[in-house]
């Protein structure tokens, strides 16, 4: 994999748990999905999960290896760049390295859900390749759709 520093990237792990939380909130509310304290150390100490964060601790992508015993994915669990970053292509430096990772894992497909108004993101998405699959009515939270995403290399 690409030398994640020249990216302004590092792989998190449990020590960072502080740090993306503090982002989560910044990024998300909690009627909006955002993951809580909780739900965050279980995906850190999750073997399957490919955490990246930004040198400053303010853009974190969290990718997971699915399996289902007949096939593997992956699965875009969360992508937050901090609201004062938006704009300077650190959405798009996470999505490089994660599809990097996805290649070295040997995964060709990938999955994710986005918020139906959230259409910078919609469009970042679409940009690398991603399709909208579904429609998911209260998603979020009541009112707050999402829209299913899947990625397919072949």
């Given amino acids: 994999m690409t030398d994640l520093c020249v990216t302004g990237l590092r792989r998190a792990g449990p020590a960072d748990l502080d740090i993306i939380a503090a982002l989560e909130s910044a990024c998300f509310g909690t009627a ?4 809580t304290r909780h739900q965050l150390r279980a995906l ?5 999960a490919f955490w990246l964060l930004s040198l400053d601790g303010r853009a974190v992508g969290c990718w997971l290896k699915v399996s289902n015993g007949r096939a593997r994915w992956a699965r875009l669990y969360s ?9 300077q292509g ?52 009541p009112g707050v759709d999402g829209i299913r995403l899947m990625y397919n290399t072949v």
């Fill in 32 to 35: 909006d999905g955002a993951f």
């Fill in 44 to 48: 850190l100490n999750n073997p399957n």
């Fill in 90 to 141: 650190w959405g798009k430096r996470l999505m490089e390295a994660g599809f990097a990772w996805m290649q070295e894992e040997q995964i060709t497909v990938c999955r994710a859900e986005v918020k139906v108004k959230n259409l910078t993101a919609r469009r970042l998405y679409a940009d690398y390749g991603f399709r909208e699959t579904g429609h998911l009515p209260g998603y979020y939270a």
């Fill in 79 to 87: 992508l937050a760049v901090h609201p004062d970053l938006r704009g």
